[in-house]
C-alpha cells in the first residue's frame, strides 16, 4: 500500500469549511434551522454554537425538534461559512467563540463542533463554565446512568461531574500478528522496540519505512498521552516521548515526507494503526493478491494481538468520542431544563441505533451494489449498542461488495474466500470487553499551532539539524507556553 502525507502539514481538523458569514440568519443573528420562524413568541429561544454549520444529521434533529411545537426553539449561530478553511479563519473562529462565551450570554449550548480546533471545547470544560448533566439525568426514565455505558460516563466525568456526553464513542490502538508480536496485549516502548529488532528483512511499521512514517503512526498518533488539557500541561518530557522519539531517528529522513514508494502490500507489519469504531473491526482482512483471495481472521482467535501504543505503562490505547455537546451554566434554570429536552434527544435509543449506519446504493459496471456507511463509532446508548450488535450478526450492515463472490482486487474475477466472515457473539464479547479495558478517555482532535510545534521540532531532529535533547526541550517549553496561553 502506498501513503503520501505531508509531515509538516498542520494537524488536520474535523471540519471541512469555514468563512466568517453566518448562514441562514435572522435579525438576531442567528439561524432557526428552516422550521422555527412561524413559532408563538412564548417559546424558548435556545441558541447552539456552531464553527461552520450543522453536520446533515444535526440540523434534520434540530427540524424535527423545531417542528414538535414543545415550547423549545432551538436557533444554530454559525461563524464561519467560507469554503476555505485557512489556519488564520480556524483560529479567528475561535476566538470569536471564545470571546462571545466569556463576555456575553447569547450562547446557551457548545459543543466540540463550536470551534475550529474541537480542543479547545477541553478547555473550556476546566473552566466550570458548563452544567453538570446529571442533575437532569436523575429524573429523565429514558437517559441516565443506567440506559447509557457506565464505562464511557465515568471516564468523561470531571471531579465526579459529567458536563458533556458523546454521542457515538471509539478506540484508537495498533494490532500486530501474533507472528511477529506474541500474544501479549498493550506493549511495553521496550517490547516494541525488542519485536521490531526481531522482524525479517524489508518489515514496515504500518506501511512505513521512513522517519516521518514511524514518528506519525506511532508517536504522534498518540499525541494526546502527553497533553493534559484537564490541568492545562504537557509533559513532552517524558522519558516515553523521549525513548519513541529516538527509535523514529533510527530510520532514514524523507525530508518531511512520510510516502514509501517502496513498500509493497506483501512486506512483513510489525503493527498498524487500528480505529475500532464498529462490530465489523472484529475481522481483519488479509489479501493475497497472487491468489486473487482474501482470508478473515477474528481478532479474538489469536492470530492478531491488540497492542495499543507503546508506553511504559502498558496505557497506551485510548478511547475518544464525538459531537460532545454542554449546557452554559450561566443560564436561568429554565434553559438549562429547556436545552436538557433538546440534548438529550442524541443519547436515546431510537436516535443512536437510525442514526449509526446510512444506506447507499452505488451504481456500478456490474450493476447496483448495496454499501453502509458507519456514524464512526459505538453509540452510548446500551440498548441500541446491543441492537447493532444482533443487527451485525445477522449481516444486517454487511455491504454488498464483502459478500462471496462479489468482493474483488481491481480484476475482472470476484476474490475467492478463504475464510468464513461470519461475526458471532464471541467477536461482539471480544470487541465489548477490550473498550471496556481502556481507561483512557482523550480529546481526538489536537489543536493544530500545538501539532505545528511539535512537527517542527521533530523534522529538525529526523532531518539532522538538532539533537533529542534539544527536540525535547524545545517542544516542551514552546508547548508550556501554549497551553498557558490556551488556559
Known amino acids: 500500500m502506498k501513503k503520501s502525507i505531508a509531515f509538516l502539514l498542520a494537524a488536520a481538523t474535523i471540519l471541512t469549511g469555514c468563512g466568517t458569514k453566518s448562514v441562514s440568519k435572522n435579525e438576531?443573528?442567528?439561524?432557526?434551522?428552516?422550521?422555527?420562524?412561524?413559532?408563538?413568541?412564548?417559546?424558548?429561544?435556545?441558541?447552539?454554537?456552531?464553527?461552520?454549520?450543522?453536520?446533515?444529521?444535526?440540523?434534520?434533529?434540530?427540524?424535527?425538534?423545531?417542528?414538535?411545537?414543545?415550547?423549545?426553539?432551538?436557533?444554530?449561530?454559525?461563524?464561519?461559512?467560507?469554503?476555505?478553511?485557512?489556519?488564520?479563519?480556524q483560529q479567528q473562529v475561535d476566538f470569536d467563540v471564545t470571546q462571545e462565551l466569556i463576555n456575553k450570554d447569547t450562547i446557551d449550548l457548545v459543543g466540540t463542533f463550536s470551534f475550529g480546533n474541537a480542543a479547545k471545547f477541553e478547555i473550556f470544560k476546566r473552566k466550570g463554565g458548563f452544567v453538570d448533566l446529571y442533575k437532569f439525568m436523575e429524573d429523565d426514565p429514558e437517559v441516565n446512568s443506567d440506559t447509557l455505558n457506565s464505562h464511557i460516563l465515568g471516564l468523561c466525568e470531571r471531579d465526579g461531574k459529567l458536563y458533556s456526553i458523546p454521542t457515538y464513542y471509539w478506540a484508537e490502538t495498533m494490532i500486530s500478528k501474533a507472528e511477529y508480536g506474541g500474544t501479549t496485549p498493550n506493549w511495553t516502548i521496550d517490547e516494541f522496540i525488542e519485536h521490531w529488532d526481531n522482524m525479517p528483512a524489508g518489515s514496515t511499521v504500518n506501511w512505513s519505512t521512513v522517519s516521518e512514517g514511524i514518528y506519525y503512526d506511532v508517536l504522534r498518533a498518540n499525541t494526546p498521552y502527553f497533553v493534559?488539557?484537564?490541568?492545562?500541561?504537557?509533559?513532552?518530557?517524558?522519558?516515553?516521548?523521549?525513548?519513541?522519539?529516538?527509535?523514529?531517528?533510527?530510520?532514514?529522513?524523507?525530508?518531511?515526507?512520510?510516502?514509501?514508494d517502496d513498500v509493497v502490500d506483501?512486506?512483513?507489519?510489525?503493527?498498524?494503526?487500528?480505529?475500532?469504531?464498529?462490530?465489523?473491526?472484529?475481522?481483519?482482512?488479509?489479501?493475497?493478491?497472487?491468489?486473487?483471495?482474501?482470508?478473515?481472521?477474528?481478532?479474538?482467535d489469536g492470530s492478531y494481538t491488540l497492542v495499543g501504543f507503546p508506553t511504559s505503562g502498558r496505557d497506551g490505547a485510548f478511547l475518544c468520542g464525538m459531537e460532545e455537546c454542554a449546557i452554559r451554566a450561566n443560564i436561568s434554570e429554565e434553559k438549562q431544563q429547556a436545552a436538557w429536552k433538546f440534548l438529550r434527544e442524541f443519547y436515546r435509543e431510537d436516535y443512536q441505533f437510525e442514526h449509526y449506519a446510512r444506506h447507499n446504493d452505488v451504481q456500478t459496471p456490474e450493476g447496483k451494489v448495496v454499501q453502509f456507511e458507519f456514524?464512526?463509532?459505538?453509540?452510548?446508548?446500551?440498548?441500541?449498542?446491543?441492537?447493532?450488535?444482533?443487527?451485525?450478526?445477522?449481516?444486517?450492515?454487511?455491504?454488498?461488495?464483502?459478500?462471496?463472490?462479489?468482493?474483488?482486487?481491481?480484476?475482472?474475477?470476484?476474490?475467492?474466500?478463504?475464510?468464513?466472515?461470519?461475526?458471532?457473539?464471541?467477536?461482539?464479547?471480544?470487541?465489548?470487553?477490550?473498550?471496556?479495558?481502556?481507561?483512557?478517555?482523550?480529546?481526538?482532535?489536537?489543536?493544530?499551532?500545538?501539532?505545528?510545534?511539535?512537527?517542527?521540532?521533530?523534522?529538525?531532529?529526523?532531518?539532522?539539524?538538532?539533537?533529542?535533547?534539544?527536540?525535547?526541550?524545545?517542544?516542551?517549553?514552546?508547548a508550556t507556553i501554549w497551553i498557558s496561553e490556551q488556559a
Open 28 to 89: 438576531s443573528g442567528v439561524s432557526s434551522g428552516g422550521t422555527g420562524s412561524d413559532k408563538p413568541a412564548e417559546d424558548i429561544v435556545l441558541t447552539i454554537a456552531y464553527s461552520t454549520k450543522p453536520n446533515e444529521a444535526m440540523q434534520e434533529l434540530i427540524d424535527r425538534f423545531n417542528a414538535e411545537d414543545n415550547g423549545v426553539r432551538v436557533e444554530v449561530k454559525s461563524y464561519c461559512n467560507e469554503q476555505a478553511f485557512t489556519s488564520d479563519i
Open 228 to 260: 493534559d488539557y484537564k490541568n492545562c500541561e504537557v509533559h513532552f518530557d517524558d522519558p516515553d516521548f523521549r525513548e519513541l522519539l529516538e527509535f523514529c531517528g533510527r530510520f532514514d529522513s524523507n525530508m518531511g515526507h512520510k510516502s514509501d
Open 375 to 478: 456514524k464512526g463509532g459505538f453509540p452510548i446508548n446500551n440498548a441500541a449498542r446491543k441492537r447493532i450488535a444482533e443487527g451485525t450478526i445477522n449481516d444486517a450492515y454487511l455491504s454488498d461488495y464483502l459478500k462471496e463472490g462479489s468482493l474483488r482486487f481491481g480484476g475482472a474475477e470476484p476474490a475467492t474466500f478463504l475464510t468464513d466472515r461470519k461475526i458471532t457473539q464471541a467477536d461482539i464479547d471480544f470487541i465489548d470487553e477490550y473498550m471496556d479495558s481502556i481507561d483512557r478517555w482523550e480529546c481526538s482532535a489536537i489543536d493544530s499551532e500545538l501539532f505545528k510545534i511539535i512537527e517542527e521540532e521533530v523534522g529538525a531532529y529526523l532531518h539532522g539539524e538538532q539533537d533529542a535533547d534539544a527536540t525535547v526541550d524545545h517542544i516542551q517549553s514552546r
Open 266 to 300: 506483501g512486506n512483513p507489519q510489525l503493527v498498524q494503526n487500528l480505529r475500532l469504531t464498529d462490530y465489523e473491526k472484529a475481522l481483519v482482512e488479509e489479501h493475497d493478491s497472487a491468489l486473487n483471495a482474501v482470508a478473515f481472521p477474528h481478532l479474538n
